[in-house]
């Protein structure tokens, strides 16, 4: 009876419930006069519940219990019916019929759906950009303590984690790659931020990036360029380094305060040999000479070419009197050495040690000078310039 | 004329009104309007000579914070697990809605689509590994929807 005086006023008040008698045989025994509005036509007695409701089909079981239990109750929310949305309660009437409650709960649902719509087009876009941020460079987001709060797929797979924790767990400290001075993010950002830093991790080279990301995170950017370096970075005839390469060398001994012998050698008279033997005896004369040299560095020495049949040797982590020796044993290598094509061949060599005050150019300049100096001298010699 | 109920589930935004719509009305709207609750929609269909009458719930899909009331699932014969081929969560989604839906119906049958097939190269639809019961769809352009609902009723029926 309560159900019944609910739906009365419901129906007499605000049209919020319609509903349904069904017998045993889920055969309609009586319905609301607003049914309708849910249906594509209006239900008559003796109808089959079914055609009217679908929603019902398979729980057939369930409606046969109620008939005959007070408290059992099926309930079926947010049914779209036409261009409405309703709850569909079934429930004891009495022993012969049970009652279907069609609940108009429309207009919370499409509220509730706007909201949802807005949640999903979120989450969507969201997916969206991240697949962005997962394209691009390996990427990392630092808070103003020094946390990483955040990082791409492109970082995380490079240092093989799968996860944020993993990375806490691995205690991974960008930093200490550039410099193991640094002591936090902070330091590496003050370090980077508005330049650019070449930063080498295990065996691949990144360019390191640093920008502030509102005033709560930074964001450091790593650029892989490993791959494209060696070929962009080696000169096609010799296979030795290219100017550029050494130039980012001697800047970054020049930053960080480094010692460092920076040599200039020239091939005496090798425009009588392109003269005498042709171009192509000359390139063979170049590749002859810079291989004799290489052999006779230490790997982490760096030999490029100038240009010509110029080139630069830097040397570190030596005194100006070991570098002399070694110069000398050079020179006397290259002097006794039969070139083919050509024979004999001799080389000047031009000395000069990176002092406090010195910038790149200033210490090329003394190299050279002492270069000079070299071959007014004679040639097939070696000439140390201090400042 | 036999009933038979069937469920599309899936995560949000995967596309089953849209195949739903294709199967039944033959129409297809690129709007993405998110599914509230269920929406019912018959169709009638004959195999072997018998007459069908499909009841094809078109389920709200699942999101992160939302998941889909158990209540939709009673009595359902089969169901077509539905994913974005271009969102590899949604594929990867599709074995929870399994798991949930046959844990409800332990007999029930179920063919998956991955949806939105439109969107993908040759290359990549050739590279896709399908079974006999799953199917690379496109509402929009009305690639195996067809096929998909009668695969799911054949082994319903079998």
Redesign the interface.
Known sequence: MKNIQIILNSILSKDIFEYVLVDKSLKIVETSQGLDKYLDRVPKRDDDL?KFC??L????K?INKIFSNKSMLY??????KKEY?VNLSVEHYDENMVLILLHNITDT?LS??KL??Y???S??LN?TLQKILDSQNAILFVTHNNEISYTNDQFMKYFSVKKMMDLKRKNLKIYTYLDETLENYDALFERVNSKEEYITIEKDTFILKATWIESTHKLFTLTKVTRLSDDMLKDSLTGVYKKTYFDKRIQKIIRHQEDAIVVVIDLDDFKAVNDTYGHQAGDDVLREFTALIQENIRSDDVLARWGGEEFLLLLQHTSVENALKKVEAMRKLIAEHTFSHIGRLTASFGLASKEKNDDMHTLLQRADKALYEAKKSGKNCIKFKKV | MIRKKILLLGDFSVGKTSLVKRYVDGTFDDKYLTTIGVKISKKLLTLKGVEYELLIWDIEGSTPSKKISLGYYKGASGAIFVADVTRKETIEGIEAHKEVFLSENPDAKFVIAYNKSDKLSEILKEQMELTENSFLTSAKNDENVEALFIKLMENMLS
């Open positions: 079914l679908p929603e089909f398979g729980v057939e369930e309930v079926l929310e947010s049914v779209h949305y649902t509730q759906q949802l719509q949640s999903n087009e989450i969507l997916n």
